[in-house]
Every structure is written in C-alpha cells, then in structure tokens.
C-alpha cells in the first residue's frame, strides 16, 4: 500500500500587538476559562493543526513574552515563539508583515497561512474546519469562513502569497487589497458558526462573546 501524503506544514501568524483602547485593559490577558485570551488562542491555532505559531507583540511586549514563556509547559508544547513589532502604532500591517518575517520560509512547506487577532476567539474545532476546507481546493489561494453570508476569521492564505503579502501597506487598505485581488481565486465557505464572527473590543463585546461561548462548549 501506498504511504500516506505528508501533512502540508501550516503556519498560524497571531497578532497581539494593539493597546487595547476600547476595552480598558490588555485584550490578550483577559480571562477565556480560566486562562488568558492569549493562551486560549495559542492552544487553539495549535490543536487545531497548526505546526508553528508566530505571536506578534507590541504593547507591553516583554509582560506578554514573559507570561507566554511562564506558561509554555502548562498550556501548550510545540513550536510558538514571539515576535516584536516595534512600529504597532502605525497600524495592524505592520505586525502582519512582521508575523509573515517570522514563520518559517520553506519551499518544502506548503501548507496555508492561518492569520487571526487576539481579540477573536475561536475553538480548535473551528480553526480545524476552516483548514479542512481550505485543503479541500488546493487550487485555490484564500479561504474565508463565513456564519450567515459575513465573513469571519482565521482566514487561511495560500503560501504562495507570501511575498504579496509582505508589501501591503495602510494606504492600500492591508490585506483587504490581497483579498480583493485574488477574488476569482478564493472560497467563502459557510460554516454558520456564530463564533467566527466573536471579537471582543469592548468589555460589552466581551461578555457576550463569554456567556455565548460557554452555551456553546
């Protein structure tokens, strides 16, 4: 019998930079069951099949980098490192572009790029459905999970884009202009889970993003 394909390696860029204005308090510390945003987020990308995550930090780097290292054992093992990106005010492609720096560039390594915020936080189970579909249509370069028509995150992004990726700026609206780009060549798949669509800017936001997760797991 024939050996089974090699999984395609799959990189998850999560990005944690921000201050945090509109909730009062640092997003990727707040409590998710029991243990911070951040964490949650991390044991996630991982569980759900990602075989590097890549946190890019700003804002209080060295307090995120010290409680992510404080807790690799507990939480999570693997692959998961931190990467700075000293220029976070200037907008949120900076730190995308530092993320895409830091995951590992190999021609070998052919799986997708996971891309998703802190402040969204999403199930092993949701992340592993988006990838799923993704792999799916090799053919095609994006995939965005939608819950009713709206898309919703992580999204997952063709290696290939790598490069394209690199040069988005603010003034040409980021990684919208990629998507927009590459439109014939993308999927939005409905999944209808509300929780792709949870991001928690506010404390409001963040409460109804809580009590709706517990109904649900």
């Known amino acids: 019998m024939?050996?089974?394909?090699?999984r395609p390696f799959t990189s998850a860029i999560l990005l944690?930079?921000?201050?945090?204005?509109?909730?009062?308090?640092?997003?990727?510390?707040?409590?998710?069951?029991?243990?911070?945003?951040?964490?949650?987020q991390i044991v996630s990308l991982r569980e759900a099949g990602a075989d590097e995550v890549v946190v890019v930090?700003?804002?209080r780097?060295?307090?995120?980098?010290?409680?992510?290292?404080a807790n690799r054992d507990v939480y999570f093992a693997g692959n998961v490192r931190c990467v700075i990106n000293t220029s976070y005010s200037e907008g949120k492609t900076t730190s995308i572009k530092i993320g895409l720096m830091g995951i590992t560039n190999d021609p070998d390594h052919r799986?997708?790029?996971?891309?998703?915020?802190?402040?969204?936080?999403?199930?092993p189970s949701i992340i592993r459905q988006v990838l799923s579909a993704h792999a799916d249509h090799p053919d095609l370069l994006i995939t965005i999970p939608?819950?009713?028509?709206?898309?919703?995150?992580p999204i997952a992004i063709?290696?290939?884009?790598?490069?394209?990726m690199l040069e988005i700026?603010?003034?040409?609206?980021?990684?919208?202009?990629?998507?927009?780009?590459?439109?014939?060549?993308?999927?939005?798949?409905?999944?209808?889970?509300?929780?792709?669509?949870?991001?928690?800017n506010t404390p409001e936001q963040y409460q109804s993003a809580l009590a709706a997760s517990r109904a649900v797991h």
């Open 57 to 59: 930090v700003g804002h």
């Open 111 to 123: 799986g997708p790029i996971l891309m998703l915020n802190v402040d969204q936080p999403r199930s």
């Open 158 to 164: 063709s290696r290939s884009l790598h490069q394209e």
């Open 61 to 69: 780097a060295d307090e995120l980098q010290a409680r992510i290292g």
């Open 16 to 40: 944690a930079a921000g201050v945090s204005r509109r909730m009062g308090t640092l997003k990727a510390l707040l409590d998710w069951h029991g243990r911070p945003l951040i964490m949650h």
């Open 146 to 153: 939608t819950c009713n028509g709206k898309g919703g995150h």
């Open 2 to 6: 024939p050996e089974p394909a090699e």
């Open 169 to 200: 700026t603010e003034a040409t609206e980021g990684m919208r202009a990629v998507t927009e780009r590459h439109k014939q060549s993308s999927q939005r798949v409905e999944l209808g889970a509300p929780e792709l669509l949870w991001d928690v």
